[in-house]
């Protein structure tokens, strides 16, 4: 952990090395996820509610995806392009190292999203003062929805390594990764109950992506199913850490060189 920390510094000195390139991609970045948030929100005062589902309830999903691949994204990003060290291999001095090459990994480009940390932060707060103030949920929501997103966290970093794994097989994985996550996170922005049976159970098992947001908002804002199912969420963020970093191992063992 001492040297993993000490490479993210590293990382991050030479990220602030280029400010303008720093900020002005924030600033992008902010604006980008705001236009993609407003496509929601003009909907949804059309038509007041989708299934049931105010404005504030699906900003609060909204918010718990953003924030939870934020974390992701910010402690990981290098996992997510993995493709690029395959290709031109440099993967191959990660394993003269003396450190696991997924802490390497995980700590090359650290990036700092703070454009998509600042948005989710304001939509859950937003959200959640509005929850509280029509008597919908009480303080414990906010520890709650804190747990919450570690956790999801931890299920999009577990489904990023598996996706990044399958390189080790197939070396390209751009396309994989548009399915798995991008497309993904994007379809659990909105409630599942608005999918088809066949694709909400794929994110309940295969991509467990509900667990994320859905099945917690489930309990949180509508007082279904119970408590039981955060810390089911906890469970299934642990065991896919756990599958994940079984099965990059198998991958690490299938890497071939590219000689360069």
Known sequence: MQMYLLLIRASIKSRLQHKFNFIFSSIMATFINIAEFMMIAIVLLK?????GW???EVGYLYSIILLSKTVYRTFASDVHHLE????SGDLD???IRPI?????LMSQNFTILIGEFLQGLFIVTICIQYFISIGQVDLWVIPITIVIIGAGAVILFSIGLVTAT???WITRIEMLQNVTEDAAMNAVRYPLSLYPNWL???????????FINYLPALYVLKQDLGSWIIGATILVSCFCLYISLRFWRIGLTRYQSTGS
């Open 47 to 51: 038509f007041d509610s989708i299934k």
């Open 54 to 56: 105010s404005l504030y």
């Open 84 to 87: 690029k060290y395959l290709v």
């Open 93 to 95: 001095q990660f394993f």
């Open 100 to 104: 696991p090459i997924l802490v390497t």
């Open 166 to 168: 399958f390189g080790f």
């Open 200 to 210: 909400k159970n794929i994110f309940l098992t295969l991509l467990p992506l509900g």
